[in-house]
T-cell receptor, first 110, second 117 residues
Framework: TQLLEQSPQFLSIQEGENLTVYCNSSSVFSSLQWYRQEPGEGPVLLVTVVTGGEVKKLKRLTFQFGDARKDSSLHITAAQPGDTGLYLCAGGNYGQNFVFGPGTRLSVLP | EAQVTQNPRYLITVTGKKLTVTCSQNMNHEYMSWYRQDPGLGLRQIYYSMNVEVTDKGDVPEGYKVSRKEKRNFPLILESPSPNQTSLYFC????????????????FGDGTRLSIL
């Protein structure tokens, strides 16, 4: 079974700070996704990365897929309270189910 | 509006009483799946379906059943619920990505919180 680990598990920062969260595995994935989940709601897809070394930007969020396609990072610049939530990564391979990491719970304080 | 709708949103019931959680999507997606979310464990897939009448087990299928008689609906059935099935459940749908042989969960419902006493 492929496993994904995420770090840190919890993160509390002040508005305006930068942060990076990580998603790691010993397995290679053909694609990796990042989601944000807010209380009482389902996860919302932020990005899908498929190429090793790929970098995608979504406003203040920067996503990177590792060269070996075993890991990924999410960097947030100048965090805002609206960024608060649970960030989940999920990896997939051909013919296999997507597996989710346990998540990083981010709290951005005003 | 594109959406995945789950019902009920909350349910408290007792051990052994059969229950069904419905899931419906309006995006004509081939791929649908069910997950449970537990603290510290993330989302774990229960069952998935790549099209009508095609279902398969995910990582934690024990104690659950599903059916896919129509493309838009994918109900989750607990024939004899037990307390260890107390959890937050999510239904998800996506197009079937042909060159991956699977779906990539893209649209999630808002969840169903089940408590089995």
């Amino acid at each position: 079974t492929q496993l994904l680990e995420q770090s840190p598990q919890f993160l509390s920062i002040q508005e305006g700070e930068n942060l990076t969260v990580y998603c790691n595995s010993s397995s290679v994935f053909s694609s990796l996704q990042w989601y944000r989940q807010e209380p009482g709601e389902g996860p919302v897809l932020l990005v899908t990365v498929v190429t090793g070394g790929e970098v995608k930007k979504l406003k203040r969020l920067t996503f990177q897929f590792g060269d070996a396609r075993k890991d990924s990072s999410l960097h947030i610049t100048a965090a805002q309270p609206g960024d608060t939530g649970l960030y989940l990564c999920a990896g997939g391979n051909y013919g296999q189910n997507f597996v989710f990491g346990p998540g990083t719970r981010l709290s951005v304080l005003p | 509006e594109a959406q995945v709708t789950q019902n009920p949103r909350y349910l408290i019931t007792v051990t052994g009483k059969k229950l069904t959680v419905t899931c419906s999507q309006n995006m004509n997606h081939e791929y649908m799946s069910w997950y449970r979310q537990d603290p510290g464990l993330g989302l774990r897939q229960i069952y998935y379906s790549m099209n009508v009448e095609v279902t398969d087990k995910g990582d934690v299928p024990e104690g659950y059943k599903v059916s896919r008689k129509e493309k838009r609906n994918f109900p989750l059935i607990l024939e004899s619920p037990s307390p260890n099935q107390t959890s937050l459940y999510f239904c998800a749908s996506s197009v079937l990505i042909q060159n991956t042989g699977t779906g990539q969960p893209q649209h999630f419902g808002d969840g169903t919180r089940l408590s089995i006493l």
